[in-house]
C-alpha cells in the first residue's frame, strides 16, 4: 500500500537545522516508515496516537514521531529531534496545535 508522506511545519522547520548527515539518515529512516509504518513503537497516554521511529547519529539518537492516518493513506511526521526533553516538547505542541 503506497503510503503518502505529509509534514507538520514544526516537523520541516527542525529538519532543514539538521545537520547534512543526519538528514541523509533521516531520509533513509522516512522511506523506512512510508514502507512500513508500524515499525516504530506506538507511543500510550497522551501521545496515544503517536509512532515514534529511533535511529543513531553522529554518537546522539534521534527521534521520529509521526501518525498513521489510515483513511488517507498518509504518514504525518510531527517531530524529529534529540532524545532530550523530546516527548514533553512533543506533547506540548501538540496540546497548542489542536
Do not use: C
Not at 84 to 89: L, P
Amino acid at each position: 500500500m503506497p503510503w503518502t508522506a505529509l509534514a507538520v511545519p514544526r516537523y520541516n522547520k527542525r529538519r532543514k537545522k539538521l545537520r547534512p548527515e543526519v538528514r541523509r539518515l533521516l531520509n533513509d529512516v522516512q522511506s523506512r516508515i512510508l514502507q512500513d509504518p508500524h515499525t516504530g513503537d506506538r507511543k500510550r497516554g497522551t501521545l496515544k496516537n503517536v509512532w515514534v521511529e529511533k535511529f543513531p547519529a553522529q554518537n546522539d539518537q534521534y527521534l521520529v514521531a509521526y501518525e498513521i492516518d489510515d483513511k488517507n493513506d498518509a504518514i504525518i511526521f510531527l517531530d524529529v529531534g534529540q532524545h532530550e526533553n523530546f516527548y514533553r516538547d512533543l506533547e506540548k505542541y501538540l496540546k497548542t496545535a489542536r
